[in-house]
Structures are given as C-alpha cells and as structure tokens.
C-alpha cells in the first residue's frame, strides 16, 4: 500500500474517533515513524502531506535529515544517550523521550535554542520500557525550571502490546491525569499542554482519550 493509502484509512479512523469523544480531528498530529523504512519511503510520507517525521536512534535520524533535511519536521523518539545530544541537537525540533536529569542538562548544554520536549512516562510499570514512573513525574518536571533551553511541552508514553482495550485506556488515562495536574500549576517552562501516545495497535484509542500527537509506523509507513 501507498503511504496516501494507508494515511487515508487513517484519517478516515481518527474521525471516528474524534466523533466518539467529541474531538476536533485537527487537534491531533500524526508522527510518521520512519524508523524500519527506506529514505524513500520516508520521502513519500513527506509528497503524501505528512510533515512530522519521527527517528528514535541517531543513525536513523542523520541518514534521514542528510537526504531530506529541513523540509520535514524531526521528532526524537527513542531512548537518548547523553553523549548523542550534541549530534542530534541541531536537527530536531521535538524531543518525546526526556527521561533524566542528566539527559535535561545535556539537551540544556547543547541547544543554541529552547527544545520543545515530552516527559517520557513508565505507566505501566514495565520493566522493558524506558520513563519515568508516574510518581516522579510532577516533581521532575518542576525540576526542569533549571534548564532554560528545556521546555516541557507534554507527556509521552508508550501503552504495553496487549490487546486488553480497558487496560490500555487505563494507561492513556493514567497519562492524561498527570498532564492535567501539571498543565494546571501553569509553569512558563512547562506548559505541558499535549499527549504524546497511541501508535500503530492502539492510535483510535488515544485519540479517544486525549491524545495529541500519535506515533505511527507500521500502519502509515511499513514496519519490520
Ligand atoms: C517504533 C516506535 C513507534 C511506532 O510503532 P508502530 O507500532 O510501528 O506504529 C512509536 N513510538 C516509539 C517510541 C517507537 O519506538
């Protein structure tokens, strides 16, 4: 299938969606993961209207940008070791995996500018996956207030693969809790206003429950 083709049933199932809950279809972003896919396919993504790319390893995202460069919009998405930040710096406009201090005072250091980042959030309490536990959240991200160049702009999780819908609502809604107890303290350096959750298995979920941004690969691009 063509990128068009699958981006067309895509947007076809954020409406429904949208309907569902009540949303204006126009407040979600769709990030093409463009991570298991040729330069090429990532160019048609771009011809196909999509102008939100995302990469989650440095590589990706050089091989990508060297080819496209600044024509699209590239969002970090994957785990970022410190010492990579000075490489990527210059050629991201969004960070969706903030998970450290260390990491925050890197992206501090580097940036000629203030990076818009995601607080990347460990809802369901799975080992494998990188974040914070939601316990931690509020207090680190009133942290952040030390690094001037590091502005929270929203929650990021990634839902567990399980088929299980209520649970997987519970963890969006989980997600959307901290946002909103957060969004409300009113921060200068965080305003935390979006969402970044739901991909390929669960992104009609999301949406329904308040997602902004929607990281999608498999299902938009191509997968593994
Ligand atoms: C790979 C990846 C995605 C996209 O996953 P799909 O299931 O293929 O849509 C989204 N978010 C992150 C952080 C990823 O690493």
């Not at 980042?117 to 914070?132: M, P, T, Y």
Request: aromatic share 6%; glycine share 8%; with cysteine.
């Amino acid at each position: 299938m063509s990128v068009a083709e699958n981006l067309a049933q895509i947007k076809e199932n954020i409406e429904q969606a949208c309907q569902r809950c009540g949303r204006d279809p126009k407040e979600v972003s769709i990030v093409a993961v463009t991570k298991y896919v040729s330069v090429e396919r990532a160019q048609e993504a771009l011809d196909a209207g999509l102008c939100n790319l995302g990469e989650n390893r440095k590589e990706g995202l050089l091989e990508k940008y060297e080819a496209i460069g600044a024509e699209a919009t590239w969002h970090f998405i994957g785990s970022l070791q410190s010492r990579k930040v000075k490489e990527v710096i210059d050629y991201v406009s969004m960070i969706h995996s903030l998970d450290r201090r260390s990491l925050a005072k890197e992206i501090d250091k580097r940036a000629s500018a203030t990076v818009p980042c995601f607080v990347q959030v460990n809802i369901s309490g799975e080992d494998s996956k990188h974040g914070l536990p939601a316990s931690e959240v509020e207090g680190f991200v009133e942290a952040m207030e030390a690094f001037p160049n590091v502005k929270i702009v929203g929650l990021m999780t990634m839902a567990p693969h399980i088929e299980d819908e209520e649970r997987l609502r519970g963890v969006f809604r989980q997600l959307r809790a901290v946002r909103d107890r957060i969004r409300n303290k009113g921060y200068a350096h965080a305003p935390c206003e979006y969402l970044s959750m739901g991909m390929s298995n669960d992104y009609a979920l999301a949406v329904e429950e308040g997602a902004t941004h929607i990281r999608l690969g498999s299902c938009l691009v191509g997968g593994q």
